[in-house]
């Protein structure tokens, strides 16, 4: 049937139309087609990313209890959410926090992560070895590192304490988790640890790619090491190393579980981050509104920095032409 | 050029394409459960926590020509599947949640008074009462209970010649007396979440405190208590990070000679020869006086439904089982004190290392008796005052006029 359904279609458009109007109909087709392939990335795009951006920015400006879910009524009440959650001084203070963390976890991740790379880019015995020994952190879940953690910072008998101690460098023992000075010190030394086989992993792959050539060369102008590494390696690492503080910076500004594992967001508020915040709010106090305006300030702020990023990339991209 | 048949084939697949990227998404909703199956929402993740439920709800369910059939996820996502659940017009039949999160479920008028589905709520304890009620009207039917006690190391007592103490000052003393080497006197669990509010309930409370005005002036004694301790050297300046898991960890390793902790941990408790253990009741301000605990554990609450045979089902589910043999028996299996008046005395005489847990219940208080659907932004400004009490950043009359500070704006 569909044979003759089609040789039939094919002969009354040979026998009746024009050749101009045919082209047309056939580019107009082609554009179409071309939509066609194009929907379900966009389709995809509206339903996972679209949608929820747009509920979570009306969200900020209702009143959005567990009643909503109920009645599915969300009355609006314009700024009350945002003068709220700007009002209190837990907000102000985990900026901050979410501020220093990110800085200071990108900083020791990304400085130690790149010396390792450097390291193991010069092949010696086991060096593929302890590479893959070094990316156990990034293997174990976080909830299980955090737990791990709190144990080995312990005051009284945590592992780090006693060493520290054994080495004679303090008395009383570190208060790494229970001084509201320390904690967020303590959760940004966590997770560097847990963020540099990542940043190892993906600056070890640019170094590869690096022509050995370049290094030749350097060797013969006289190049010291310093040298080469400020004036080959790091231009040549350039594209690199923007994917990894941008990735790095996406997955530190949000930081949920490490935190809420680790202190809670305490001692006394010291550690409670943006996402700790929107968590309390939305998930412990069930007030959705004030939690997405919180939501809200993290999707901004990452929206700035994924802007920056594409840019960046633009100038490297207008470099490369 | 494309062949005739490639030409028909690709729009054919570009709209396969989108219907498959969008169906999964309309899809999402589940088939209702057949009409003689009761759903029952609850936390009990754990293997052997879902086949003792079961068991129960397989004997009330029965002989009712009945199924009831779980879904279980973790207790502090209880409340937000609930939600989801709600929203789609899907919650189970019986929604199990923790005593304190029900106002703000009862506040929605999405759950049927119990009265009005034929659940029996008569002959039951004041607490279990308070702790499934809002605004006078009874929502949720708390099987068994919990509480707080002091749970001490009768070894180390008798060593140092020190009786349990009763009051604070003899807790103080006792505590300072037992704390040497690595073993502190006292261990408790002041985090910044629901476990440090719900040990520093006992205290507050006991001292006069009131959560409807946390700078009533009476609730620094509580504070000064917990701070003396710490800064005596009594108790470890952990405490401030340490969960009630962690405490009972450092009672077992022999590290505290005496903690609060609940009956929850009997069964870690029994399994270990390391430490003997007893329980107490918590220490008062002044002697004499009744301790005031928290009551603690889940209530069962039924959900509104178009369909009132379901809502009668589940009622009749509810009634089975809280009656007092099974309420006594569900009650030695979790190492909770039943509900029912008669079926506790009957477990205080059937556990007498329990008992003191089973006197407790009789004078405990609900959390959200008093503040109903503000409990988690009240406990959240409790946990800031000691927090900042303890770690030194703050003296107790600053914390608590600031928590009731922060307790009382916009919300």
Known sequence: MSTFASTARAAKSSGSSAAPARADSGTRRRGLLRWLFVAPALAYMALFFGYPLIRNIVMSFQHYTPKTYFTGEAPFNGLDNWRAVFADELFAGSLWHTALFTLGSLLGQFTIGLALAVFFSRRFRLSGFVRAILLLPWLVPMVVSAVVWRRILDQDHGMLNSALHALGLTEGGVPWLNSPGVALLSAILVNIWIGIPFNMVILYGGLQEIPRELYEAASLDGASPWRTFRSVTLPMLRPVITVVLVLGFMSTVKILDLILALTSGGPADSTQTLGTVTYQLSFLQLDFGQGAVVGNVLILISAVFAVLYLRANRADFGKGN | ?411
């Open chain 2, 1 to 411: 050029m494309h062949s005739r048949a490639e030409r028909r084939l690709l729009p054919a697949m570009a709209v396969g394409l989108v219907v498959a990227t969008v169906a999964p998404s309309l899809t999402g909703c589940a088939a209702a459960p057949a009409p003689d199956t009761v759903t029952v929402l609850n936390s009990a993740t754990d293997t052997a926590e879902h086949s003792a439920n079961q068991k129960f709800f397989d004997r009330c369910a029965g002989p009712l020509g009945l199924k009831v059939e779980q879904i279980s996820v973790p207790a502090d996502q209880v409340a937000s599947k609930a939600l989801r659940m709600a929203s789609s017009k899907s919650l189970t039949d019986i929604l199990e949640l923790d005593g304190s999160e029900l106002p703000q479920f009862a506040g929605t008028e999405g759950l049927r008074p119990l009265k009005d589905v034929g659940v029996d709520t008569s002959g039951f304890s004041g607490s279990a009462t308070s702790l499934g009620s809002y605004d006078g009207t009874q929502y949720g039917i708390a099987r068994s209970v919990n509480s707080l006690a002091l749970i001490y190391n009768t070894k180390l007592l008798k060593e140092a010649g020190v009786e349990p103490p009763t009051t604070w000052a003899e807790l103080k003393s006792a505590a300072k007396r037992m704390t040497h080497g690595s073993t502190y006197g006292m261990a408790f669990s002041a985090s910044p979440n629901a476990d440090g509010v719900y040990q520093f309930l006992p205290f507050f409370w006991s001292g006069g405190g009131d959560e409807a005005k946390l700078d009533n002036g009476k609730g620094e004694a509580a504070l000064q208590l917990w701070k003396d301790l710490v800064s005596d050297g009594s108790a470890s300046k952990s405490v401030v990070s340490w969960n009630q898991q962690d405490v009972n960890d450092q009672f077992v390793a022999g590290r505290a000679a005496m903690m609060i902790n609940g009956p929850w941990q009997v069964p870690v408790l029994s399994a270990q020869k390391k430490v003997d253990w007893a329980v107490a009741r918590i220490p008062v301000p002044e002697a004499g006086q009744d301790a005031i605990p928290p009551i603690g554990g889940t209530v069962m609450a039924v959900p509104k439904n178009e369909d009132s045979t379901r809502e009668k089902n589940a009622g009749k589910i509810l009634n089975c089982l809280n009656t007092r043999k099974n309420q006594l028996q569900w009650g030695e299996s979790v190492n909770n004190v039943p509900t029912r008046a008669a079926a506790a005395r009957a477990y205080a005489e059937q556990n007498p290392k329990l008992a003191a847990f089973a006197d407790l219940v009789t004078t405990a208080r609900s959390r959200t008796a008093e503040v109903g659907t503000r409990w988690p932004v009240v406990g959240d400004a409790l946990a800031g005052a000691f927090q900042s009490v303890l770690t030194g950043r703050t003296s107790p009359e600053q914390a608590l006029h600031r928590a009731q500070q922060q307790a009382s704006t916009g919300k």
